[in-house]
């Protein structure tokens, strides 16, 4: 159980194009969503946090307008990377945390990820 | 703020045996969780294993076990008789959390790369 698909798993694609990763929790509901940006032989970096029905929030030094997050339904969150420059490329990984009672410790479960390269 | 630290960016250890990994960590929140994911090459994280800052027992989780010092503010993972598959990227991760259910983001630590030798 707790299953997070993201797709797609590997995009490359010309500068200037916008790309849309999809991260779905397949077996149970999640209103928060995290997405991570990990660079090569580095750690992974919180983004944003999405919340369902409403605006992400973005960590500091986050361009919101430049990563577009939509947290439609309780079961899937998209990030769309506008107008993609090479300094973009890299792994984006989601995450959704299963909404249980207080202090819960169920982990945040992972997609695969998506390694994005811009040429 | 938070802030995770591995000191140690690379091991080697020989199969079978247990190893330890180190992890610090700094908040001032009350209330946490801390987390060890395993990153293959294949780039996927896989959960391993959790304590919450208010649990008293250190949490285990078949070979894996976490040594929780709160005093200390250290979470390192200890991981008995090793194997090859354990040869992996490791990293030590924290959460505030909150009584009504939520919580945050996760941060991480720089990782270790862990190389078990046959």
């Known amino acids: 159980g707790a299953v997070v698909s993201q797709h797609p798993s590997w995009v490359i694609c010309k500068s200037g194009t916008s790309v849309k990763i999809e991260c779905r929790s397949l077996?149970?509901?999640?209103?928060?969503m995290f997405w991570y940006r990990q660079f090569p032989k580095q750690s992974l970096m919180l983004m944003a946090t999405?919340?369902?029905?409403?605006?992400?929030?973005?960590e500091q030094g986050v361009e919101k307008d430049k990563f577009l997050i939509n947290h439609a339904s309780l079961t899937l969150s998209t990030l769309t990377v506008t107008s993609a420059h090479p300094e973009d490329s890299s792994f984006y990984i989601c995450s959704a945390r299963v909404d249980r009672g207080p202090y819960s410790n169920q982990p945040q479960h992972f997609g695969d990820g998506t390694r994005l390269s811009i040429l | 703020a938070q802030k995770i630290t591995q000191t140690q960016p690379g091991m080697f250890v020989q199969e079978k045996e247990a190893v330890t990994l180190d992890c610090t960590y700094d908040t001032s929140d009350q209330s946490y969780g801390l987390f060890w994911y395993k990153q293959p090459s294949s780039g996927e994280m896989i959960f391993l294993i959790y304590?919450?800052?208010?649990?008293?027992q250190n949490a285990t989780e078949g070979r894996y076990s976490l040594n929780f010092q709160k005093a200390r503010k250290s979470a390192n993972l200890v991981i008995s008789a090793s194997q090859l598959g354990d040869s992996a990227m490791y990293f030590c991760?924290?959460?505030?959390?909150?009584?009504?259910?939520?919580?945050?983001?996760?941060?991480f630590g720089k990782g270790t790369h862990l190389i078990i030798q046959p």
């Open positions: 999405s919340n369902e029905g409403s605006k992400a929030t973005y």
């Open positions: 991760a924290m959460r505030e959390e909150y009584s009504g259910g939520g919580a945050d983001g996760l941060t």
């Open positions: 304590q919450g800052s208010y649990d008293e």
């Open positions: 077996d149970f509901q999640a209103t928060t």
